[in-house]
């Protein structure tokens, strides 16, 4: 389910991301893990929600995004 519009989808559709010490990362493989929907990913008013929720600087949050976007 991702976390900004709450719609459910396949994981292997999603984008997997960790949130450790207030910074979002890729997810290393152990831990709580969130998922975001492309589609969300790729919205300017989703990726503010989420930012603006977990705490997070913006700059670095849009760089993952769009890194984890390409990678699938």
């Known amino acids: 389910m991702c ?3 709450r719609n459910r989808e ?8 960790q949130f450790i010490k207030n910074r979002a990362v890729a997810y290393t493989g152990s831990g709580r893990s969130y998922y975001v929907c492309r589609e969300c990913g790729r919205n300017p008013k989703r990726i ?3 930012i603006k929720q977990f705490k997070l600087d913006e700059e670095d949050f849009l760089k993952l ?8």
């Open 10 to 17: 396949s994981q292997h559709s999603l984008i997997r991301i």
């Open 3 to 5: 976390i900004a519009c």
């Open 65 to 72: 995004i769009k890194e984890l976007d390409t990678d699938g």
């Open 48 to 50: 503010k929600k989420i």
